[in-house]
């Protein structure tokens, strides 16, 4: 298996667009997590999915913050408008399914500058 | 909520000593306990994880961690340090989802 795919790997975009970042899930796995990488607020859990279901949306940080999961093998985080704020590396992780024991495996990330 | 702290953002040890990256949790359920290592431009590896089968947990690379109930710890540790060990460095504690502890850097020094 190739593991977990992210794209793009890195993102440069204006202020005030739109991004999309891609997560194509490990095949088998009913779980996936979006995560935020930020040298000021380290690793944030930003959503997570179960069986294409959005369980907990917490994380999010605002309302220019949507996540999708149409199908067990794409999910989608989308930010529109960008800021630059929002500059950080986003890693796409899945999991066989909820629950203590599953470990989580990562993607590369897509590292995202808003400029 | 389940939640971690590593305590120490940066370590720094010298090839072939010790390495002891420590890791507290909270939890209000028996907690599954994880390590994670993390590369340069990376995304994040398991090195170990402790599902209550035992309470020494042996993982990749020669790492091993100890879950201790009484003192809410589970510590990374490694015999002796090697340069490729210098990594970022992140203890997780799961329920449902996973949440991650702010992560140690790991210096080693030739």
């Known amino acids: 298996d190739a593991g977990v795919i992210q794209s793009p790997r890195h993102e440069v975009t204006e202020m005030g667009q739109e991004v999309t970042l891609r997560c194509k899930p490990i095949s088998g796995h009913n779980s996936l997590f979006w995560y935020r990488q930020t040298m000021m607020r380290g690793l944030e859990l930003l959503i997570y999915f179960n069986n294409n279901v959005p369980i907990d949306d917490s994380g999010m940080p605002e309302d220019r913050f949507s996540a999708k999961m149409p199908n067990a093998s794409f999910s989608t985080l989308k930010i529109q408008p960008s800021e630059p704020r929002d500059s950080a590396v986003y890693f796409c992780?899945?999991?066989?399914?909820?629950?203590?024991?599953?470990?989580?495996?990562f993607g590369q990330g897509t590292r995202l500058t808003v400029v | 909520a389940q939640s971690v702290t590593q305590l120490g953002s940066h370590v720094s040890v010298s090839e072939g000593a010790l390495v002891l990256l420590r890791c507290n949790y909270s939890?209000?359920?028996?907690?599954?306990l994880f390590w994670y290592v993390q590369y340069p431009n990376q995304g994040l590896q398991l090195l170990l994880k402790?599902?209550?089968?035992?309470?020494l947990v042996k993982g990749i690379n020669g790492f091993e961690a100890e879950f201790k109930k009484s003192e809410t710890s589970f510590h990374l540790t490694k015999p002796s340090a090697h340069m490729s060990d210098a990594a970022e460095y992140f203890c997780a504690v799961s329920v449902n989802d996973m949440r991650f502890g702010a992560g140690t850097r790991l210096t080693v020094k030739p």
């Open positions: 402790y599902t209550s089968a035992a309470t």
């Open positions: 992780a899945s999991s066989l399914d909820l629950g203590a024991r599953t470990e989580a495996f």
């Open positions: 939890s209000s359920v028996p907690p599954y």
